[in-house]
């Protein structure tokens, strides 16, 4: 999980130890007078696997962990000020620094939105709190994907993804080897794949490529106030962010309830996208397919796996 903003009010008074962790003091007494932080409170976060956070009541600064970090850190810079203004739930871009007094790389500083992630709030939902933020995620994952390709900076890469991978290899192996174990005549895979062919046509549009509940802010009310981490944002398949498989674990303890997540989510994005989309049956179907087969390849036999396995199968089974 990364951390382009930060959830929850004011943070606590500043702990030096763990602000040394990423800036020692001579880097942090630069820091401080070169962004105008005299006498702000600090706090930081390590949640990322490619950033540190630095967070101002106000504001989130984000170091890469090391060179390899920096393209993604650039492209979240581009992502983020191409969305400014443009009715995305995103932070804004509030500044860049390239200063080797402070840091051996790049960073630099989004606005801090309101709200707390998923993460902290799902292990204590319910069913109806879920469908509700799935709900919310579908219309606030239209609000990119409707924005104009030709518009989008050239830095954003479009690219393969893998549910465009999958569409373009074809689903007729999984289709048929979820059908072989549900006992169900070869004509059943056919109807499957002629399902999905409508989402094989969906045009590329700009996908955040990473949803998952650490990115996602919500209100009191569940609705959502801001996505963030946009640094593998590229040009590709729109299904890419409706993948669960990038979550947790913990969105699994639903997964008996998947098609009711998928129906909520879809129709709410249907109605934020309003152009011609194919049924979310069509979207349900293609990732029980793509879960049966993973689940099937799964090295180990562990009770989890094959739990999600069952479950993925008897979706399949209540489509027909």
């Not at 959830?7 to 500043?14: C, F, L, V």
């Not at 500044?95 to 707390?116: K, T």
Request: charged share 25%; hydrophobic share 45%.
């Amino acid at each position: 999980m990364g951390a382009s903003g930060a959830p929850g009010p004011e943070p606590p008074a500043s702990d030096p130890y763990a602000l040394h962790a990423v800036l020692i003091e001579p880097q942090l007494a630069r820091f401080r007078a070169l962004c105008g932080l005299e006498g702000v409170p600090l706090t930081t976060s390590f949640e990322g696997w490619h950033r540190h956070a630095i967070l101002a009541p106000d504001r989130v600064f984000l170091f890469p962990r090391d060179r390899s970090r920096l393209p993604g850190l650039r492209r979240d810079a581009a992502v983020l000020a191409a969305l400014e203004g443009r009715g995305v739930p995103a932070p804004r871009l509030l500044g860049r620094w390239d200063d080797r007094g402070v840091s051996p790389y790049p960073f630099i500083a989004v606005s801090r939105l309101p709200g707390r992630t998923w993460s902290q709030l799902e292990g204590a939902a319910g069913l109806e709190a879920v469908t509700a933020l799935a709900g919310a995620l579908g219309a606030a994952v239209a609000t990119w994907h409707r924005l104009e390709r030709r518009t989008l900076p050239r830095t954003i890469p479009r690219q393969r993804n893998d549910v465009s991978r999958a569409l373009d290899a074809g689903m007729q192996g999984p289709a048929t080897g979820a059908a072989r174990r549900l006992g169900l005549p070869r004509r059943t895979a056919t109807a499957w794949l002629r399902r999905l062919e409508p989402l094989a046509g969906l045009p590329d549009v700009l996908v955040h490529g990473d949803l998952n509940e650490g990115q996602i802010l919500v209100d009191g009310g569940l609705r959502v106030t801001g996505i963030l981490d946009w640094e593998t944002a590229h040009v590709g398949h729109p299904l890419k962010d409706f993948d669960f498989g990038e979550w947790g674990y913990g969105i699994f303890a639903w997964d008996a309830h998947f098609d009711r997540l998928h129906r909520v989510m879809w129709r709410a994005y249907a109605a934020a996208r309003d152009v011609p989309l194919p049924p979310w049956q069509a979207v349900h179907l293609f990732y029980c397919l793509r879960w049966v087969a993973w689940f099937e390849q799964r090295p180990e036999t562990d009770p989890w796996g094959r739990a999600r396995l069952a479950t993925c199968l008897d979706r399949l089974r209540r489509l027909g």
